[in-house]
């Protein structure tokens, strides 16, 4: 960025010389930081936390002003090219390149650097990690080397990884890179020479993210340790459902456990999505998956049974932290290898699960699933409509989900095979059962009311892809073919839709209620390219849609 004079930064931000300056800020920010169309935004009510479009980021900054002390632009490429920026003179404050680790630390972990003057004795209350950042920021006032001006070693290490974010090198790439360092400049040696790795190979790599210092550290920060007891404290009481606490498994857990969940609060944005683990390789896991779950089960073993002393900087306390797994959530696959219930075959269907209607068609050889009418209300007009169904009326309740404590009893005995074999896995001889799931070793996984979800993203995706692919007649994605026609008239319903023999011999088929000519086709295309929807409720879908060919 701009080693210059900015003065104008102090400036009355409705001046045309402020506003000439957040411009003038916005053009190298976003030549050199900028991820897609957004940058760190650096307002004071934003402090570079948060990702924004130009425009967006413009008005925060007349608005309300940078934040306080920002006059390093470590966050938005300072240093990181000499593409039109000059470079600084001896007189230039001391070193323009010097990175505000202090007041980057500051902004992270304000709260917790702020206690340490608060009162006499609060060092005895603050937790491990509390002391550990205290401790990081002893750090950042290290030289990377003796005589060093520019860096600290904590500094020097950030600018590094930050290297690799911006200009996304590989893992490999950057590993050359540090060895190069090593090999150029004097500080690097003191850490030794380079190591070969082993030259024994694994045959699979887990990386593991610890669970624990991460749930600690949301109650490091007061406005996330307020937010973690929303549920409990300003939650309306009005009847919604808003948050996983108005729900029946989150009630059901609670009184099973006797164990209110008053710190287990859920937060749902973005910026605290934890990834847990990563198994890299060119295939998932499979069945074998439980084997890579093992650390993140252990985690939460203690956590539920012996928890952890975590620091709450909005109450300024440290208290005994607790914390449970209520459910997981995937796509279909994924529910047969976290709940070890074979989403395949005759029982596939895990809700209605040894109750499932299914019937194979033999003409389109896969497996349909029947008897979703059973789900709705008694009085509803689909149970009795015969022609639009399968031809009966449905008058049978929904079938009663597998609680914990059943399928726990039918697997008590199961014994789990993990790993490549050619013998046969087990398998259970009361339904599609392929193992009993690890998750059944947290003590109260088998109290769970609702223990595994479907990602309603997948479903929803599946569904339009079928929907749009019938209804256009795209090649390979339409549901109406002519081995479905064969199919309905093997199962003896819908007669108007079935083939029909033709007095020459030859086999025709009968254009369904919902087809489209070409002219129809290309006109719901083109509307469909045109859409304009609400920001983030959609993907580019213009992109997507080809109006000669009439598809989508």
């Known amino acids: ?70 006059t390093k632009w470590v966050f938005h490429g300072k240093g990181f090219s000499s593409r039109n920026t000059p ?30 003057g ?26 990377l080397y003796p005589g060093s001006e520019n ?67 949301i109650f490091m920060c007061p406005e996330t340790a307020t937010a973690m007891r929303w549920h409990t404290n300003e939650r309306p009481n009005d009847g ?49 998956i439980d084997v890579y779950l093992r650390p993140l089960i252990e985690e939460l073993k203690e956590l539920w049974e012996i928890g952890i002393d975590t620091f709450d900087a909005e109450t300024n306390q440290t208290f005994r932290m607790r914390a449970a797994l209520m459910w997981t959530v995937s796509d279909f696959p994924a529910l047969a290898m976290l709940s070890g219930w074979s989403t395949k075959g005759r029982l596939a269907y895990p809700t209605c699960n040894y109750d499932t209607c299914s019937q194979y068609l033999k003409h389109s050889h896969k497996m349909c699933y029947l008897g979703h009418r059973r789900f709705l209300p008694r009085d509803h007009t689909f149970r009795r409509d015969k022609k639009s169904f399968d031809g009966n009326e449905e008058h049978r309740p ?16 199961f014994n789990n095979i993990f ?26 996984w088998v109290h769970n009311k609702l223990r595994h979800n479907l990602d309603v993203m997948h479903i929803e995706k599946n569904i339009c892809d079928g929907f749009l692919g019938t209804l256009l007649e795209i090649d390979g994605k339409s549901k109406d073919q002519e081995k479905s026609r064969y199919d309905l008239q093997e199962m003896g319903i819908r007669k108007e839709l079935q083939p029909r023999i033709n007095n020459n011999g030859t086999i025709s088929l009968d254009k369904s209620c919902f087809y489209m000519e070409p002219k129809q086709k290309s006109l719901f295309c083109t509307v469909m390219k045109n859409a304009k929807l609400p920001k983030g409720r959609a993907s580019n879908i213009s992109e997507r849609v080809q109006v000669k060919e009439m598809k989508i």
């Not at 972990?109 to 340490?116: L, P, V, Y």
């Not at 006499?120 to 290290?142: P, T």
């Not at 600290?152 to 890179?177: C, D, M, P, Q, W």
């Not at 999505?273 to 499979?286: A, E, K, T, V, Y």
């Open 398 to 413: 929904a079938p009663d989900p597998l609680s914990g404590e059943e399928v726990f009893g039918d697997l008590l005995e």
């Open 1 to 70: 960025m701009d080693n210059g004079d900015k003065s104008w930064m102090n400036l009355l931000r409705w001046t045309n010389e402020y506003i000439r300056g957040v411009n003038d800020f916005l053009d190298k920010a976003f030549e050199r930081a900028a991820q897609g169309n957004e940058i760190l935004c650096p307002c004071k009510n934003i402090m570079n936390r948060y990702w924004h479009y130009r425009n967006v980021v413009e008005d925060h900054l007349v608005v309300h002003g940078f934040v306080d002390g920002y």
């Open 118 to 143: 608060d009162e006499e004795g609060v060092g005895e209350r603050l937790s491990e990690d509390a002391k550990k950042f205290f401790k990081l920021l002893e750090e950042g006032k290290q030289e």
């Open 240 to 288: 919604n459902i808003r948050h996983p606490a108005d729900g029946e498994a989150w009630k059901a857990f609670d009184s099973c456990t006797q164990t209110s969940l008053e710190m287990l609060g859920m937060l749902d944005w973005p910026e605290y999505i934890m990834l847990s683990m990563i198994i890299p390789g060119p295939s998932s896991p499979g069945n074998d």
């Open 419 to 444: 790993g490549k074999s050619s013998k046969k896995r087990p398998r259970s001889d009361k339904g599609p059962w392929k193992k009993r799931s690890i998750f059944f070793e947290l003590p109260y």
């Open 151 to 217: 860096f600290s070693k904590l500094s020097f290490t950030i600018r590094l990884y930050l290297l690799k974010s911006l200009h996304g090198l590989s893992n490999v790439a950057f590993s050359e890179l540090l060895e190069l360092i090593k090999e150029a400049f004097p500080f690097a040696q003191s850490g030794g020479p380079l190591t070969k790795a082993s030259s024994k190979i694994p045959a699979k790599v887990l990386r593991y993210f610890p669970l624990k210092p991460r749930l600690q550290r």
């Open 87 to 116: 470079h600084p003179s001896n007189g230039d404050e001391c070193s323009t390149m010097r990175d505000d680790i202090d007041g980057l630390l500051h902004d992270t972990f304000r709260n917790i650097e702020g206690q340490a």
